[in-house]
């Protein structure tokens, strides 16, 4: 069991740049691949992108050279940073972790990034 809090959504402009945390605790946290996925209005979730737990990254095609997924084990936190952001980013972010053990996935509740004028 683990729980995750997303962080550092808010509002940009197009072309600006975001970063947004997820603090996860309750469990051993290098034992789980961490997720990003979003949900944009009448949509259904994505993922955007993927980092195992031993570093390896994937990423949606729609994001991919935009948008960075990194962890710190040191500190129990995954972070994406999102550069060059565009109005069709606009979601809400939610980020996620794979036990690599049990496959049992974890979620945390979401934080809202908007970008426009």
């Known amino acids: 069991q683990v729980q995750l809090v997303e962080s550092g959504g808010g509002l940009v402009q197009p072309g600006g740049a975001l970063r947004l945390s997820c603090a996860a605790s309750?469990?051993?946290?290098?034992?789980?691949?961490m997720g990003w996925h979003r949900q944009g209005p009448g949509q259904g979730r994505n993922l955007v992108g993927r980092i195992t737990a031993t570093g390896r990254t994937t990423y949606a095609d729609a994001v991919k050279g935009r948008f960075t997924v990194s962890r710190d084990n040191a500190k129990n936190t995954a972070y994406l940073q999102m550069d060059r952001l565009k109005p069709e980013d606009t979601a809400v972010y939610y980020c996620?972790?794979?036990?690599?053990?049990?496959?049992?996935?974890?979620w945390g509740q979401g934080t809202q990034v908007t970008v426009s004028s």
């Open positions: 309750g469990s051993n946290f290098s034992h789980y691949a």
């Open positions: 996620s972790a794979l036990s690599i053990f049990t496959l049992d996935e974890y």
